[in-house]
């Protein structure tokens, strides 16, 4: 989410022109094209988030219903949906820096609903895992393109604004995915299955292909968006317009990309390595939070779907307005804002979702996750940021498909990690707690660690592109 120290400053809400390197002048797109267009990548948003949520609600039904295992369940939930993503996540990444945007948006977004469909239908816990496999070919489609269009629709000034309305999709998502699919949990828990020609559908798997309908309306709103110019940055290199075939396949395997994060290793290393060790943990407890609470403090999916809605709301709204704030007042002090930013959010994090497992009751467990997410709000605007800021505009979707490929793979491996850690570690399995507690202990100072090597390095780049011009 791309912005810079000094683009945190009070917004001008009449800019329309930004100069871009070289000197030139770029006309920005009209506010009502641009916030149409962020509106529908909001929706969208909205309904990733939703459907992982209320699939996460699904989990101890889904361990029953196909008798599962925990890691077994924790390869579904994660690793299953991220096998896909390992072939095709560069090259629409690529889509994103050459294609119009919206269609590779409107492609991922139907893909999610008809793979998440899919899942309503399956007969065997085989047929489920395919379903799922498919499932990062929409959603790795989903965050460059999405980060792309919104960083060409928005002049500076601006576009922390925007970053932090695509917030938005990810707060709703969370917050009625547990509201409603604990509700539709408790309307379906005593259905019996129906039974059309040889499927066999069980009362919840009707939940999943309800949810996956929305995704075909989302895709055609995605048409009515207006592609936005490209705004190319002229320190980078770009590919000779006469370059033969081979040399234009093997942009779309992410090695031009690849060479321009070795280059600046120092900033992107360190980024790299701290989100792909708090995704681990965070996806995982996302994931793992309703067995927990069922399985440790005998509450219902009813139950934690009303509180943990209420709960996440009121920390995704402060977490947003303390991340703005926070990052507003750092800027106004260091160059790297947004890093330093991050560091500290990762701190409290990493506290909070050490202590959450060892809570004597199911309410204050909730309440210190959401405590701790709340600062996982706040620190994910300028986390994004820094990436974004400091990416080559040439490449920009492929930057951010590896760095967001950190995110997706481990925070994918989180949930299979951590039933790993429970099946073979814990063994009990009414101590899940336990799971959380070990991988949190262990993983989230080191990425507190590693987020904290980045900011020098980050500083120095900001005060190289500044002197550029940039």
Known sequence: MAVAAASIAPIDEQASESAVPGGEERTWPGSASAYWALTVIVLATFLTFFDQVVFGMLAERIKTDFGLTDSQLGFLAGPASIICYLFVGIPLARLADIWPRKYVLAGGVTVIGFVTMLGGIAQTFTQFVGSRVFLAAGGSAHAPSSYSLIADMFPPKKITRAFAILQFGFIGGSTLGPLVGGQLIALTAHWAPTDLGPLRILGWQ??????????????????????????????????????????????????????????????????????????????????????FLIRTYGWT???????????????????????????????????????????????????????????????????????GAMFGIAGAVPQNAAIQRVAPHAMRGQVTAIYLFMFTFFGAMGSFVIGLVAQYVVVDPAKLWLALEITAAVLLPLATLCIYRAIRPYREEIERLEALGM
């Open 206 to 291: 009707w939940i999943l292909v309800w949810i996956g309908m929305p995704g075909f309306l989302i895709a055609l709103l995605f048409l009515t968006v207006r592609e936005p110019q490209r705004l190319v940055r002229h320190d980078t290199a770009q590919i000779p317009e006469d370059a033969s075939l081979g040399r234009r396949i093997l942009t779309f395997t992410g090695l031009d990309a690849v060479k321009a994060i070795r280059a600046n290793r120092k900033v992107y290393y360190p980024l790299f390595l701290g989100l792909a060790l708090s995704a681990l943990e965070s996806f995982g407890l996302a994931f793992w939070r309703v067995p």
């Open 301 to 371: 999916e009813a139950q934690i779907g009303a509180v943990t809605s209420v709960t996440v709301l009121v920390s995704s709204l402060l977490g947003l307005l303390l991340g703005g704030t926070f990052v507003e007042w750092l800027a106004r002090r260091h160059k790297d804002a947004n890093v330093r930013a991050a560091f500290v959010c990762f701190a409290v994090v990493t506290v909070c979702s050490i202590l959450a497992p060892l809570m004597p009751s199911g309410l204050l467990s909730i309440l210190v996750m959401s405590f």
